[in-house]
């Protein structure tokens, strides 16, 4: 974002180098998190701190989460993928026609994870063969999975989803945690191990670095962003079925809204939009910041229409003083 | 005479697609082309439009320039209008007070982006939940019924002169001479298009980048609180969900338009023409029943064919070489 | 027998010849400097050395066996690697992760062995007498100087035999210098080849065996180290003797005028310090420097562009502070930078409005645009400066370079202004058109403008400058005018060599 004017001795002998703690962000989250849940506890009177407010706030934000791994990677890449609700509307209406069709919840589990692996492999497709720009493509595939998602249901809302799927995935427990937290939180670490330890997870961040570096030093991009987009497919696959899990009913506003707010507990958790900086523990954070705001808003009787206004509030403060901070830090 | 930036190709290959859509609906129901129709067409497609005009500029700016907060910006100013109405003011005032809360809203993105170097895409996102929730606090999620109001006032979005609808003739059309002569004729226009084509070029040649690019977002700010008013006059109801997919919308006319995306081409006559085919299109379909919604999905099909289009010929041109 | 061989290499860039035939040949064992300066093809001759670019023509034969790199990956195999002034890096990767990139050591299944792979650079690290810590560091945390050592240490895992360093030290401490020196040194001792490509002279003697000056895409001369003495070798490099500008300009020294622009004491931590400057009017003053040595951050920083930190500048005796160009402008000052693509042309925009972006407030009328007056003012310059191109509405970036290059000095000349600063007015230029903008530059002057020109091209500020400021890491050294203005002195002045220096 910031302009290099000297293009040739951009950096000078014994110039002032920016050195920043690693963990400096995720401690900050950490601070900004625990001044929410302690300022929304005080404020509710200890009804953050009950079970049934907890178990609500862990099965919302697993099912942030876990497209947010995925949205994670592709962001990391260098990339963006803005479909991501319209897809969760389209998987979701595809597996509650299965649903109804009285397929079991065994056999429809595949459908929606295939579903979903599909729809990211058309992003990706759309970005890699067609070479159109991550956000005009997937704002195509955006307003094309909505389309479809009336093209399933037409006008009806689908119900006849087993209850089983709530019973194990939201209700169940291990320990304390909801079984899909758990999955979410088993996901995160997979995903920020991937990331770190093996040369799949070293070539997502050399590709974000420098994309030019990375093709000529033998990696393939490609390959790379295939897996990225694939990959976020298949987990907005599962989080549909999460979804109807949480509410059991299908309607062709399903999912709307669904991806800012994935995108911004990514982007909160301080993964860069220009690719190559960030990761799962960031995002686990923003994911916990987004999720907890909207939670306090509920809590707090305020109008829950103020969620918006919080959590836009909340991005602009965050990514504006560090964004300001990088200006003032190449000015000075 | 040159004006600045002005490539024809994409507005001819508009032109005919307007030409066929036009034609293949005239063939299959003859009655489409009564001139009730044809106004019903103009009224789709002018409130999108006008925020497409805005949304031209922004994109054309450069440094990943996009506007995510219009239809949020429409919104929340239709709210506003709502409730100055509602409080007694006369409908002009009420007006021009909407008019400059899109100005202000449109001036926290510019600050916000060019200021504190927010990226536009987040930026704007923020926004689009900042304004989206206070349209919704300001009224309790409840539409304000404004079917009482002055009939001046409704005449905005339901009135006609010489038989167009009022805000196509009165309003829309001024407005894209205004946005083609900034663009293509006036200092303002030069200036943004080299700023979009090279930031350090630019910033070295004494043009205010951050200004140029500021005052973008505000002009879209105020087009987007006027459509949103005109929305307002035309429904008889300031709804605080108004306009919800015109970000999408407007992104994709503009680029289907012959904007790329990377800042520096393009042009509202290409917009203007793009939101002419879209109209078209969407009305030939509601008007064969299908259900409204396929407006979006068929934009969005247009804009991936379109593009692969042009990408695939341009690769094998490239290869060829 | 020559490892490497190059012969009769020519490379064509949209009708300019970077590359006119050039031979070169390098040993293991052997530390050859090649000299040239910005333009003058060195770093295309490394592209294609190490496979970003193919020649047009010409051979490359690498052990006896004849090569044809089409991708990097070709040269690396072949044991060729390069270390560039300004490194290639993954700024937010580890310095371990930036060594093996796309060459992991892992498992079978994908597994990561950072052990094995920090053991396998281990060798390497020590040989560089660099610690194992920064291993763990993130690569963007390292000051230039380690940056380009963890590269050197990369190429050496790739197993190497040919290095190439492309001006090493512009961005290094003298501490630092000394120690990539010994680490070159040592590696040649190993018997391998080493390339060095330099601007400064005092560094050949220390290291070179071989010499060899590259001009305008040909070799004009190469010696063995042991058949020079340092006056031979600024004869050698300083004549760079096939330049020849159209008329020695030196003795046409005219009478200065009052001082236009003053500079006093200006400071910019890691830039610059305590920079003076007088620039009178109806004279060109030379600014001759070395990269890195402040000349480029000073001229910014009268231009609003980067701001200094301490000091003043004065513009006919009134205090200024410009914080953008924009304003420095309006005050008169105009400056035309030194990277013609990134921050000069706005390529897919016609010649007219290249022209005329610095000028738009004089042509506008109200909110509007007088497009005669800009198209006729575009005419005008097209033909004042003789820019060949088919009409004012061609697309800038399809004329070639020298065009490109005399459109954006008419941008600034064109106007009306009281200081123009000219960056490398002249750089990776074809030699006729050099001379004709020498000339519009001379021009100018007599006009009664304050022109400053910055070089790191010896003849050019020789053969357009009335007088000449030397700087030298981040300050003033030596001024000189007249007689004393001889390249022999300047040259060593810029680089800090013997004591002659202070030739004013």
Redesign the interface.
């Known amino acids: 974002?910031?302009?290099s004017?000297?293009?040739?001795?951009?950096?000078?002998?014994?110039?002032?180098?920016?050195?920043r703690m690693?963990a400096g962000r995720e401690f900050l989250l950490l601070v900004t998190l625990g001044l929410l849940v302690a300022g929304i506890s005080a404020g509710s009177r200890g009804a953050f701190w009950t079970s049934v407010n907890l178990n609500n706030l862990f099965v919302s934000s697993a099912i942030t989460a876990i497209p947010a791994i995925g949205m994670t990677v592709v962001i990391l890449t260098g990339g963006?993928d803005v479909s991501t609700g319209s897809m969760l509307g389209l998987v979701a209406a595809i597996g509650g026609t299965c649903f109804a069709a009285g397929w079991s919840l065994a056999a429809t589990i595949p459908v929606f994870l295939a579903t979903g692996a599909a729809l990211g492999l058309v992003n990706a497709l759309?970005i890699i063969q067609?070479?159109?720009?991550p956000?005009?493509?997937t704002?195509?595939?955006?307003?094309?999975y909505?389309?479809?998602v009336?093209v399933v249901l037409g006008?009806n809302w689908l119900t006849q989803i087993p209850p089983a799927l709530t019973t194990i995935f939201v209700m169940d427990h291990l320990w304390f945690l909801p079984v899909v937290a758990v999955i979410a939180l088993a996901l995160l670490i997979v995903a920020a191990l991937f990331l770190r330890?093996?040369?799949?997870g070293?070539?997502v961040?050399?590709l974000g670095?420098?994309e030019?570096?990375?093709r000529?030093?033998?990696?393939r991009p490609n390959r790379i962003k295939l897996t990225a987009y694939v990959g976020l497919g298949l987990l907005t696959g599962f989080a549909a079925l999460l979804t109807l899990g949480e509410s059991p009913m299908v309607q062709?506003s399903t999912g709307s809204g669904f991806v800012?707010q994935v995108?911004?507990a990514v982007?909160l958790g301080g993964t860069e939009?220009?690719g190559?900086?960030g990761g799962m523990l960031g995002t686990l954070l923003g994911t916990l910041i987004v999720e907890v705001v909207n939670d306090g808003i509920v809590l707090l009787h305020i109008?829950p229409?103020?969620?918006?206004?919080?959590?836009?509030?909340v991005?602009?403060v965050a990514?504006?003083a560090s964004?300001?901070r990088?200006?003032m830090e190449n000015?000075a | 005479m040159t004006a600045s930036g002005f490539d024809a190709t994409r507005p001819i290959l508009l032109l005919i697609m307007l030409v066929l859509a036009l034609g293949g609906f005239a063939v299959g129901h003859p009655g489409i082309l009564s001139p009730d129709n044809l106004n019903s067409m103009a009224v789709f497609g002018v409130e999108i439009g006008m925020i497409a005009l805005g949304q031209t500029l922004v994109i054309c700016g450069g440094d990943s320039g996009i506007d995510l907060s219009v239809g949020a910006i429409a919104a929340l100013s239709q709210v506003v209008l709502g409730l100055l109405i509602h409080a007694g003011l006369p409908w002009l005032p009420a007006v021009l007070l909407t008019l400059s809360a899109g100005l202000v809203l449109g001036l926290v993105n510019a600050v916000a982006i060019n200021w504190f170097r927010i990226p536009p895409i987040i930026a704007t996102l923020a926004t689009l939940f900042g304004y989206d929730g206070l349209a919704l606090v300001a009224t309790g999620g409840v539409n304000i019924d404004l079917t009482h109001a002055s009939p001046r006032f409704l005449a905005i979005g339901q009135g006609y002169a010489l038989h167009i609808p009022f805000q196509l003739l009165c309003l829309y059309l001024p407005l894209l001479l205004l946005f083609v002569y900034a663009q293509h004729f006036s200092r303002y226009g030069r200036a943004l298009y080299l700023a979009g084509s090279n930031e350090l070029a630019a910033r070295l040649a004494g043009l205010r980048v951050a200004r140029l690019r500021g005052a973008a977002y505000v002009a879209t700010g105020l087009v987007s609180a006027l459509a949103g008013i005109v929305g307002a006059a035309r429904l008889g109801t300031a709804r605080p969900d108004a306009a919800s997919h015109a970000n999408l919308i407007s992104i994709a006319i503009v680029v289907l338009g012959g904007t790329g995306i990377f800042g520096g081409t393009g042009s509202v006559i290409g917009t203007a023409l793009a939101t002419a085919v879209i109209a078209v299109i969407d009305y030939g379909l509601s008007y064969n029943d299908f259900n409204p919604i396929y407006q979006a999905g068929m934009i969005g099909s247009i804009l991936i064919v379109l593009m692969l289009a042009e990408n695939l010929v341009g690769y094998r041109r490239s290869r060829t070489r | 027998m020559p490892h490497v061989e190059l012969s009769g290499i020519a490379k064509n860039f949209g009708g300019v010849h970077a590359l006119k035939g050039v031979d070169l040949s390098l040993d293991l064992g052997r530390t050859h400097a090649l000299l040239g300066e910005n333009g003058a093809g060195k770093s295309t001759l490394i592209r294609i050395l190490t496979g970003a670019i193919t020649p047009d023509s010409g051979s490359i034969t690498i052990g006896g066996v004849q090569h044809r790199f089409r991708h990097p990956e070709d040269a690396q195999e072949a044991g060729i690697a390069a270390v560039y002034q300004e490194p290639a890096i993954y700024p937010h990767l580890s310095v371990l992760e930036n060594i093996f990139a796309g060459r992991e050591i892992t498992t079978r299944f994908g597994l990561i062995r950072k052990e094995a792979m920090a053991a396998s650079v281990r060798p390497w690290l020590d040989r560089l007498e660099l610690s194992p810590d920064l291993l763990e560091k993130r690569m963007s945390q390292l000051s230039l100087g380690y940056q380009q050592l963890i590269l050197i240490a990369k190429a050496l895992t790739q197993e190497a035999r040919i290095l190439i360093f492309d001006e090493p030290t512009s961005i290094l401490s003298a501490s630092e210098t000394d120690r990539l020196f010994a680490i070159i040194n040592r590696l040649r001792a190993d018997g391998r080849g080493i390339v060095y490509i330099t601007h400064r002279l005092d560094e050949i003697p220390r290291i070179a065996d071989q010499v060899t000056v590259l001009t305008d895409g040909r070799v004009t001369g190469s010696a063995p180290m042991g058949d020079l003495d340092e006056a031979s070798l600024l004869a050698l490099m300083a004549g760079r003797s096939s330049r020849d500008y159209a008329e020695p300009l030196r003795h046409r020294e005219r009478a200065a005028g009052p001082p236009v622009l003053e500079v006093e004491g200006l400071g910019r931590a890691g830039y610059y310090q305590g920079v003076n400057w007088s620039m009178p009017r109806g004279i060109v003053t030379g600014v001759y420097g070395l990269v890195g040595s402040g000349r480029s951050e000073v001229a910014l920083a009268v231009f609003g562009a980067m701001p200094a930190h301490s000091g003043t500048i004065r513009l006919e005796g009134e205090t200024i502070a410009p914080r953008s160009p924009a304003e420095a402008i309006r005050l008169g000052i105009g400056y035309l930078p030194e990277d013609r693509k990134l921050q000069g042309i706005f390529a897919a925009k016609p010649l007219e409005a290249n022209l005329t972006v610095n000028a738009l407030r004089s042509f506008g009328r109200w909110f509007g645009l007088d497009f005669g007056g800009l198209h006729a003012e575009a005419r005008r310059l097209m033909q004042h400066y003789a820019i060949k191109a088919r009409n004012p509405a061609t697309a800038i970036g399809t004329l070639s370079g020298g065009n490109q290059q005399k459109a954006l000095f008419a941008r600034w000349a064109g106007r009306e202004l009281r200081v123009l600063i000219l960056d490398e007015p002249t750089r990776g230029i074809d030699i006729g058109t050099k001379a004709e903008i020498h000339h519009f530059i001379r021009d100018l002057a007599a006009q009664g403008m304050a022109v400053v020109v910055i070089s790191s091209d010896l003849p050019e500020i020789l053969a357009v400058s009335d007088r000449v400021i030397v700087m030298r890491g981040g300050g003033v050294v030596a001024e000189a005018s007249g007689d004393a203005m001889n390249a022999e002195a300047i040259l060593a002045a810029a680089i800090g060599a013997g004591q002659g220096a202070r030739a004013a």
């Open positions: 974002m910031t302009l004017i000297t293009s040739v001795s951009a950096a000078p002998p014994g110039a002032p180098r920016r050195i690693p963006i759309l067609g070479r159109i720009p956000v005009i493509a704002l195509g595939t955006l307003s094309i909505r389309m479809l009336f006008s330890h093996f040369r799949w070293r070539h961040y050399a670095n420098n030019e570096a990375a000529l030093a033998g990696i062709t800012l995108i911004a982007v939009l220009s190559g900086r109008q229409f103020w969620s918006g206004v919080a959590l836009g509030g991005i602009l990514i504006g964004s300001r990088h200006v000015q």
